[in-house]
């Protein structure tokens, strides 16, 4: 069946040029178009939809109204608005409804780059309940502001260092813990970095944003740590996790994207554990005694409270973020390759190696039993016999940290 869009804009000609620049869909998707929030729902009323698209500023009711009421009365439709000439408040009083937003006019590739990968997320969730709460949730987190800065700041073709540590340096607790992070043994510094700026210059922007995407996760999910979850222990695995990912990336010389990407998705692979912790904190501690009580993965006590992983959930979260396609991939299989399209080297394939390794190399921290290798992967992949390259790597890296501490 396909997927339902609604687009809706109190200007005529906006959704006839959105039916022109679509038609090419047509047979991918099923399209919608309504003038006005009240059409709208009327709509949704009768037919199912899956992502809504609004405009910023329509007379009546506005797009964060109507946003709000179809958050309320239809949380598992994943919902995007346009934004062109609205006031910086407007676009702050809708953040905690909006899963993204667009520039208006936007860019026809873009447009239907990013309607084809929200209907993918609407498949990465097979249980409609937990679909329907990840996107209904009112305390959902929003892109982390400092980092959704540093996006914007990256595309001025005028950008400077000193400008991105200026965005940096306006959060004093995001600033120290980049410094902490750049000055551990993982990125082998010899010398002392001080400021952001050095550490921009030396680790390159890519990196620099996936540290600040993850402080800033960890900083705004903060829900008190229970004896059963560790808020610090997670952000330490998430931390090793990404170098070793890094690094192994860097063992088989592919290209630089996929190296960045990998960190990238080493750092926020396991958000959808801080998330479901956050919201569902006594379901979540459930799933760790029964994989702890039954000797489980993890990841199958979580289908068992939940009906998903979190590997599925911080997924679609990060999906509806609009964080680079292999990065959500990466999140989304990276304890289920046998899923993954197609096998290759790849962040996914990256991040599943360096997650095995980090419970290997310290298995105390493992709830339930450690997650598995999956070597018929890596044989389909043409990377059978790399592993023990791989492992040696990461113990090397580990000892330098053990002896920086």
Not at 15 to 20: H, S, V
Not at 153 to 169: F, L, N, S, V, Y
Request: with cysteine; net charge negative.
């Amino acid at each position: 069946m396909n997927k339902a869009i609604l687009f809706v804009d109190d200007e005529s000609n906006i959704l006839l040029g959105l039916k022109r620049m679509l038609h090419s869909m047509r047979h991918e998707m099923d399209f919608y178009f309504a003038e006005g929030g009240k059409e709208a729902l009327e709509i949704l009323a009768k037919q199912e939809i899956h992502v809504i698209v609004s405009d910023m500023r329509m007379p009546g009711m506005d797009g964060a109204a109507l946003l709000t009421t179809v958050m309320e009365q239809y949380p598992q439709v994943i919902r995007f608005m346009l934004t062109g000439h609205a006031d910086d408040r407007s676009v702050l009083q809708s953040i905690p409804v909006v899963h993204q937003f667009l520039a208006k006019p936007s860019d026809p590739e873009t447009l239907k780059e990013l309607l084809s990968r929200a209907c993918a997320l609407q498949e990465l969730i097979s249980s409609k309940k937990l679909k329907t709460l990840v996107a209904g949730l009112g305390t959902l987190p929003s892109l982390p502001e400092i980092y959704a800065e540093l996006q914007e700041k990256a595309k001025d073709p005028d950008c400077a260092i000193a400008d991105i540590a200026a965005i940096i340096e306006k959060d004093l607790a995001m600033s120290t813990k980049v410094l902490q992070l750049v000055n551990s043994a993982f990125y082998g510094f010899y010398k002392s970095v001080e400021s952001p700026a050095r550490a921009v210059n030396l680790l390159g922007l890519d990196t620099i944003k996936s540290l600040v995407l993850g402080i800033g996760i960890f900083t705004e999910m903060t829900p008190a740590s229970d004896k059963g979850f560790s808020i610090a222990a997670l952000w330490n695995h998430s931390v090793t996790v990404a170098g070793f990912a890094k690094k192994i990336a860097l063992a088989e010389e592919v290209e630089n994207s996929i190296v960045e990407n990998s960190f990238i998705a080493g750092i926020v692979h396991d958000v959808g554990k801080l998330l479901l912790f956050s919201s569902l904190g006594e379901q979540y501690l459930q799933a760790v005694k029964i994989a702890e009580g039954e000797m489980l993965p993890l990841c199958q006590a979580e289908e068992q409270v939940f009906e998903a992983d979190h590997g599925e959930v911080g997924g679609y979260l990060l999906g509806l973020w609009g964080l680079p396609g292999s990065v959500v991939e990466a999140v989304t299989f990276h304890h289920k390759l046998e899923r993954y399209p197609e096998a290759s080297f790849c962040p996914a394939l990256a991040v599943h190696v360096a997650d095995f390794i980090y419970y290997m190399l310290v298995p105390d921290e493992c709830v339930g039993t450690p997650p598995v290798i999956n070597h018929a992967y890596l044989e389909e992949a043409g990377l059978t016999g790399r592993f023990d390259r791989w492992l040696a790597i990461c113990k090397e890296s580990q000892g330098e940290e053990a002896q920086d501490d």
